[in-house]
């Protein structure tokens, strides 16, 4: 029997379930789901389905990713609520896919993992499947595994198994509709323009991607550990520009966790050495040094010129560009922030090339969110 899974919450407590039923039954895995968004994410559920896969001893295929297509299968539905139409011709895609592959492989019957999922309408998938199948002449299996407090036993095991518990259905749209219901904006949908620097991003899909890893990794060591969740305050730069007097652009680069400006025009920056939250060894060398910072009376903006950033972290970097293909991680601008103006502040803290005078102005518009977050706890 083919079994389409949408993602490893669903499935492993499904495919659980179905082997009790089917203990004789060969059980196929076929992962096939063009509407998850973006491509990260895409991969992500799939390696996690993967490794539930293995976990139950059960094969796995991997379907094409082909997510322009199936935007061209639901135009006209995207504003549909969930459990509305754009769902139904969801299903039918991703169903329609599963039993050709079912029909490819030989076998006679196939069902999916969505008839597990609380948000989904099952008595819809119920009869979408039975219509599919039918133009296959194969045999959609029907089986209810919510009822009796299976949602509760679905999501124990999830946590149990230490599998990715993902906070939104997949697709695009939902998505939007979901965020804006919580009054938040989708980390999901934004990417930096350092791909790089991205790599770094709190509460990214890139980070997600090394958090599982990292579990994968202690798995195949043997090694205990808990998959915890942390509650954060997420910080994203949306825009970000420094100015000179003849607005022209200087290239710039806002440390994490500056605090949203508008337009601000500063006549006179103060370049001075202040006292900084060193080690003894560093501050006997800052003390010899020519760092220094810039500091406007009227403004909490602080400027820091590359010197000194590559001589408070240890670094070498040449030039704007250098820093912003090779970005410090976030733990590092952490304690850049915290050497110079304390761990909790969120004062804008402006990195330049090299210190300047003359009157510029800077603008930044970000945001902050509050995201519970995967983390790794290894054990002793």
């Given at each position: ?58 094969e796995l ?45 030989g076998e ?141 652009i200087i ?130």
């Amino acid at each position: 029997m083919l079994v389409h899974i949408c993602c490893s919450v669903d499935s492993h407590y499904f495919l659980s379930e179905l082997k009790k039923v089917y203990p004789n039954e060969r059980l196929i895995g076929y992962f096939y789901n063009p509407n998850i968004h973006p491509k990260a994410e895409h991969d992500l559920r799939y390696y996690d389905v993967k490794r539930s896969c293995e976990m139950l001893d059960i094969e796995l295929f991997l379907g094409e990713y082909d997510d322009e297509k199936w935007c061209g299968g639901v135009v006209g539905l995207e504003d549909e609520p969930e459990k509305g139409e754009r769902c139904v011709k969801c299903f039918d895609i991703r169903l329609v896919r599963s039993a050709k592959k079912t029909y490819e492989l030989g076998e006679k019957r196939f069902t999916t993992t969505l008839l597990s999922s609380p948000m989904k309408e099952q008595q819809r998938l119920f009869v979408e499947g039975d219509r599919i199948a039918g133009d296959y002449g194969l045999e959609f299996i029907k089986i209810d595994v919510r009822s009796r407090g299976g949602v509760q036993r679905q999501n124990a095991l999830a946590k149990k198994d230490n599998l990715y518990r993902q906070n939104y259905c997949g697709c695009k749209f939902a998505l939007a509709k979901q965020r804006d219901k919580q009054q938040k904006i989708s980390l999901e949908m934004m990417s930096d323009v350092s791909q790089k620097r991205q790599e770094y991003q709190l509460g990214g899909i890139q980070e997600r991607i090394h958090t599982f890893g990292l579990r994968d990794q202690l798995d195949s060591e043997n090694k205990k550990y808990i998959l915890a969740q942390r509650r954060f305050l997420i910080h994203r730069v949306l825009k970000a520009k420094l100015l000179d007097s003849q607005n022209q652009i200087i290239p710039s680069y806002v440390l994490n966790y500056s605090h949203s400006k508008k337009r601000t025009k500063i006549s006179e920056i103060i370049w001075a050495k202040p006292e900084l939250l060193l080690s003894k060894d560093l501050q006997n060398e800052y003390l010899k040094s020519n760092i220094v910072l810039g500091f406007c009376v009227q403004d909490s903006v602080i400027f820091m010129p590359l010197a000194t950033l590559n001589f408070l972290l240890g670094k070498k970097f040449v030039d704007m560009h250098e820093l912003k293909n090779m970005p410090m991680s976030l733990d590092e601008e952490c304690e850049l922030r915290k050497i110079i103006s304390g761990h909790h502040s969120q004062n804008p803290i402006i990195i330049i090339e090299d210190v300047f005078d003359g009157e510029v102005s800077y603008e930044i518009e970000s945001i902050f969110q509050e995201e519970n977050i995967f983390r790794v706890v290894p054990l002793i």
